[in-house]
């Protein structure tokens, strides 16, 4: 994992690891905070209790993940009327200033909630559950990241994705690739050039 600048498009701080997880981040920020640098703010992929964690810094969630999420609920392909809107709308966050989000948003819950709040009954257990229950996950997903999902609107400069920094680990990956019988060793010490170079 690591930590990319925006502006000079260097890696600050980077760190092997088998999945992140906050202390990793929080390592990494303390890093680059005793490095000197002045953070403007932080874009990330969402990983669960990061807002909560640097809830000081305006924290943009990358649209591009949230889009993402979307699309693992509901598909690339909706059934549902409502599913397709909603998609649609997902598709185009990176388009969209937060307020013309929010109200094409709004408009679609309003448009949608007697369909959301369906439910349907268990013949075996005779217990209701929500008859949709992946579109409202999809639904929960936005609203919960909402007020994650505009901060480079207010952050001179944020991207609103995190695309420079996946694109520096897909270049990583495709180099490594080509040189797939390396040992652990040698391969830390790929990654370890690729980094500075």
């Given at each position: 994992?690591?930590?990319k600048?925006?502006f000079?498009?260097?890696?600050?701080?980077?760190?092997?690891?088998?999945?992140?997880?906050?202390?990793?981040?929080q390592?990494?920020?303390?890093?680059?905070?005793?490095?000197?640098?002045?953070i403007?703010?932080?874009?990330?992929?969402?990983?669960?209790?990061?807002?909560?964690q640097?809830s000081?810094?305006?924290i943009?969630?990358c649209?591009?993940?949230?889009?993402?999420?979307?699309?693992r609920?509901?598909?690339?392909?909706?059934k549902l009327?409502a599913?397709?809107?909603?998609?649609?709308?997902?598709?185009?966050?990176?388009?969209?200033?937060?307020?013309?989000?929010?109200?094409?948003?709004?408009q679609?819950?309003?448009q949608?909630?007697?369909?959301?709040n369906?439910?349907s009954?268990?013949?075996?257990?005779?217990?209701?559950?929500?008859?949709?229950?992946?579109?409202?996950?999809?639904?929960?997903?936005?609203?919960?990241?909402?007020?994650?999902?505009?901060?480079?609107?207010?952050?001179?400069?944020m991207?609103?994705?995190?695309?420079?920094l996946?694109?520096?680990?897909t270049a990583?990956?495709?180099?490594?690739?080509?040189?797939?019988?390396?040992?652990?060793?040698?391969?830390?010490?790929?990654i370890d050039?690729?980094?500075?170079?």
């Open positions: 994992m690591g930590l600048d925006y000079t498009k260097k890696i600050l701080w980077r760190k092997y690891v088998r999945n992140e997880k906050l202390i990793d981040y390592e990494g920020i303390d890093f680059v905070l005793i490095k000197k640098y002045k403007e703010g932080i874009v990330c992929d969402g990983l669960k209790g990061i807002f909560n640097f000081q810094y305006k943009q969630m649209q591009r993940h949230q889009i993402d999420i979307v699309r609920y509901l598909t690339r392909n909706p009327q599913g397709k809107e909603l998609y649609s709308l997902a598709k185009n966050i990176t388009k969209l200033t937060e307020n013309e989000f929010v109200r094409l948003f709004e679609w819950e309003e949608w909630v007697d369909f959301l369906e439910r009954k268990d013949e075996a257990t005779g217990k209701t559950h929500f008859t949709h229950k992946k579109l409202r996950s999809a639904r929960r997903s936005i609203k919960n990241n909402l007020p994650y999902l505009f901060a480079y609107e207010q952050v001179n400069g991207p609103n994705t995190n695309n420079a996946e694109g520096t680990f990583l990956k495709n180099r490594l690739r080509n040189h797939n019988g390396m040992s652990k060793e040698n391969r830390k010490r790929f050039g690729f980094f500075k170079a």
